[in-house]
């Protein structure tokens, strides 16, 4: 699946009604660590071919940003139809994005 970009709040509402399991890195704009682990989130993304990987912009998404009680980035939020049922906070090393990442398949499969 590829890399998608919600540009806004209506955007990333589209990107998940679209997919059924997806994983939100919530980035910011001047966020050094974010570009680094934007790069290991790609690699790991490209293992997980069923499931919808999407960037946003933590102040382009506001409302998804306050509704999920996010305060800082990057940050990771695993859904399942439009559910978020799993979430990283800060900077998680590879084992824990693929703990994430299974997580949100056992939520799905059961």
């Given at each position: 699946?590829?890399?998608?970009?919600?540009?806004?709040?209506?955007?990333?509402?589209?990107?998940?009604?679209?997919?059924?399991?997806?994983?939100?890195?919530?980035?910011?704009?001047?966020?050094?660590?974010?570009v680094?682990?934007?790069?290991?989130?790609?690699?790991?993304?490209?293992?997980?071919?069923e499931v919808?990987?999407?960037?946003?912009?933590?102040?382009?998404?506001?409302?998804?940003?306050?509704?999920?009680?996010?305060?800082?980035?990057?940050?990771?939020?695993?859904?399942?139809?439009?559910?978020?049922?799993?979430?990283?906070?800060?900077?998680?090393?590879?084992?824990?994005?693929?703990?994430?990442?299974?997580?949100?398949?056992?939520?799905?499969?059961?």
């Amino acid at each position: 699946m590829e890399f998608l970009l919600a540009t806004d709040d209506q955007a990333l509402e589209a990107a998940l009604a679209r997919c059924r399991l997806a994983v939100v890195f919530f980035s910011g704009r001047q966020c050094a660590v974010c570009v680094n682990f934007e790069r290991m989130l790609r690699s790991i993304c490209r293992g997980y071919r069923e499931v919808c990987c999407i960037k946003a912009y933590s102040e382009s998404v506001l409302s998804h940003v306050k509704q999920l009680g996010i305060f800082g980035v990057p940050s990771l939020v695993g859904y399942v139809d439009g559910r978020p049922v799993a979430r990283s906070v800060g900077l998680p090393y590879a084992p824990a994005v693929n703990m994430l990442m299974a997580s949100l398949l056992r939520a799905a499969h059961g």
